[in-house]
């Protein structure tokens, strides 16, 4: 876990509390950070300023939550992947609308990647939480 001052952390959850998802950019190269970040990655500057995202994507691919953690063991079985946001960079949540009934439904959704997907921000275990479904 990243360290970062408790600001960022209360208005990106207030920002999911209205149902906007902010991520940061940076002002020297451009580079988009989410979930928001201090630093920014690719040219190691700290001038972030917030930015909000599209919310389009696409899903890379997926697998489902065999084991989830004790917050989340109600919304079992769910699909849990890796999802390239259209501004850069690769967000790793939960996806809405793919069968994980079975790891065969699984594998032979996973042939199709990548998918669109557009995320949405969902109230699960008492938390706003970024997910994304199916475009
Ligand atoms: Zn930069």
Redesign the pocket.
């Known amino acids: 876990m990243i360290w970062m001052p408790e600001s960022i952390i209360t208005k990106f959850y207030q920002s999911l509390a209205k149902g906007k998802i902010y991520g940061m950019r940076?002002r020297?190269?451009?580079?988009i950070a989410f979930p928001p970040k201090l630093g920014?990655a690719?040219?190691g500057?700290h001038q972030m300023e917030w930015k909000e995202m599209s919310g389009d994507g696409k899903l890379l691919f997926f697998s489902s939550g065999n084991l989830p953690p004790m917050k989340f063991a109600k919304y079992h079985p769910y699909a849990y992947g890796g999802i390239e946001l259209k501004e850069g960079p690769v967000f790793y949540t939960l996806i809405e609308g793919l069968d994980v009934s079975s790891p065969e439904a699984i594998e032979k959704q996973n042939m199709k990647m990548p998918m669109k997907v557009k995320a949405k921000v969902k109230k699960m275990a008492d938390m706003n939480i970024v997910v994304f479904k199916l475009a």
């Open positions: 940076c020297k190269c451009g580079y920014c690719k040219c500057q």
